[in-house]
């Protein structure tokens, strides 16, 4: 919640209000854009909001990181401004159901998630404030997470990556990244398992990708799930998960040939949170913790030209 005058000193200011609490990816973001009138009247054309996620994009010349827009949203304009005078638009966003989750638990993942506020004004387009806000998973992302947790696995780190999963569903130009520290029973076999959640309105698409220890011979082996929305209830969860990392932790037993990638990156590092600061209370389980023009990491030519003016926007952030 930060003020920001736009068109300099006398112009009007904006300042974006967002409702508390975490919102669920699919779910309704609400809040509203308070605006408040300079030293002359002005019209206002259009108010618009755009959500924008801190993204890692891998390239020839390593890696960079940088704002990308995944959403944008009318949400008033056509009214005059009048000297000194104060205007309120509130406002109701639908998330995108592939929205990353930022929050689990109360613990935060170390996503960045903000809405950039854009004021259409005196014919000019003039970004107003930044303000970040919490995701927390959908019913059945929290319970094969938990699930995770009862089955000994740790939280590593999380990220985003720009590009697109071969052969997934994904909607958004970059996908998350849970990367998980193996439990002791798969210790020998695994260095890591990296979760990635493709939620839509019927369900979610949960891909698994594992990084074998050094030596097997065999890439990171990937696996894809489609579970239902109406099937967390009456699901046996960490049955369910162990059979899954199972089928990917039996790839590394024989010294296989190498498997084809579906979305091949290096592993995470660091130890992230202790287990027991990651968990529900009374929970054993783990507590991990744009659409804007493109489609895949493959169309961007330039990443440096893709994230420009990022500087700008963490200032505003």
Do not use: C
Not at 228 to 246: P, Y
């Amino acid at each position: 919640m930060v003020f920001k005058r736009l068109l300099g000193v006398g112009g009007p200011t904006v300042e974006t209000v967002l409702e508390g609490g975490a919102v669920l990816p699919g779910g309704t973001l609400r809040g509203e854009v308070r605006l408040a009138g300079g030293s002359s009247a002005y019209d206002i054309d259009r108010v618009t909001l755009e959500l924008v996620a801190r993204v890692e994009a891998e390239h020839e010349e390593g890696e960079s990181e940088g704002y990308v827009s995944f959403a944008r949203y009318e949400v008033g304009g056509g009214f005059r401004l009048g000297e000194e005078d104060s205007y309120r638009v509130p406002f109701e966003v639908t998330l995108p159901w592939e929205t990353p989750v930022n929050q689990l638990h109360g613990e935060p993942l170390g996503i960045h998630l903000g809405v950039r506020t854009e004021v259409d004004v005196a014919g000019a387009k003039d970004k107003g404030d930044f303000d970040p806000f919490a995701v927390r998973p959908l019913p059945v992302q929290e319970a094969v997470l938990e699930a995770f947790g009862q089955l000994g696995f740790g939280f590593r780190s999380a990220d985003l990556e720009l590009g697109h999963i071969n052969g997934s569903g994904q909607q958004l130009p970059f996908y998350q990244e849970i990367e998980l520290i193996p439990a002791p029973a798969y210790a020998d076999r695994l260095n890591e398992i990296e979760v990635t959640f493709l939620a839509h309105p019927g369900g979610t698409e949960i891909v698994l990708e594992a990084d074998g220890r050094g030596g097997s011979g065999v890439d990171d082996a990937l696996n894809r799930h489609s579970v239902g929305h109406d099937e967390v209830a009456h699901t046996d969860w960490n049955t369910v998960v162990a059979g899954w990392v199972d089928q990917l932790a039996s790839r590394y037993s024989g010294y296989g040939h190498g498997h084809d990638h579906g979305h091949g990156h290096g592993s995470g590092s660091g130890s992230g949170m202790s287990t027991g600061a990651m968990v529900a209370a009374g929970a054993a389980g783990l507590a991990v913790g744009v659409v804007g023009g493109m489609v895949a990491a493959e169309v961007v030519d330039e990443v440096g030209d893709f994230f420009e003016g990022d500087e700008e926007e963490e200032e505003e952030g």
